[in-house]
């Protein structure tokens, strides 16, 4: 078995206890509910594949899946990625030793990670017509002359 130097272990925890300060820093634990902006939605109008995941994460935070659906799915498994991530640092750190080889899994992950991009694209693009189609105004502004356009591009071909 692979022991962990005093230092790996510090760093475990280290990094368990950045996971609550990731999410505080997004503003899902933030009292005031401010949110970071999107760079991209404020040139564009329109949805990044994340947008709407702050408020959505939040949502599931407090309970309410519904609106966590609503505003964009991915919430669920990138929290479900935080808590897995905090458990196993947590639980490297108390054990002492690695519960996985990470290294050849980093390796294996940066072969397929071109493909990853793959169903982000796909969901991007649903994310972008789903927002436009609807419309939800909390992911699109459509005083914003991209997304007006997209807008009416969207409309034109739904009514051929």
């Known amino acids: 078995m692979n022991r962990l130097s005093p230092e790996g272990r510090?760093?475990?925890?280290?990094?368990?206890?950045?996971?609550?300060?990731?999410l505080?820093?997004?503003g899902l634990l933030r009292p005031d509910g401010a949110f970071l902006p999107c760079g991209f939605h404020a040139m564009?109008?329109?949805?990044?594949?994340?947008?709407?995941g702050t408020r959505a994460a939040r949502a599931v935070l407090h309970g309410d899946l519904q609106a966590a659906?609503?505003?964009n799915p991915l919430a669920f498994p990138v929290l479900a990625l935080f808590a897995l991530a905090f458990v196993v640092l947590?639980?490297?750190?108390?054990r002492g030793s690695p519960l996985a080889p990470w290294e050849r899994l980093v390796r294996r992950l940066n072969v397929i990670a071109p493909l990853l991009m793959l169903p982000v694209i796909g969901w991007w693009i649903f994310h972008i017509v789903d927002a436009l189609r609807t419309p939800k105004p909390e992911l699109v502004d459509l005083r914003n002359p991209v997304a007006a356009k997209a807008r009416a591009v969207l409309q034109s071909a739904i009514v051929r």
Not at 10 to 22: F, K, N, S, T
Not at 47 to 52: A, D, M, T, V, W
């Open 69 to 71: 659906a609503y505003l």
């Open 90 to 94: 947590l639980a490297e750190a108390a």
């Open 44 to 52: 564009s109008g329109l949805p990044c594949p994340l947008c709407g």
């Open 10 to 22: 510090w760093l475990r925890l280290g990094l368990a206890a950045g996971v609550p300060l990731v």
């Open 24 to 26: 505080l820093g997004l």
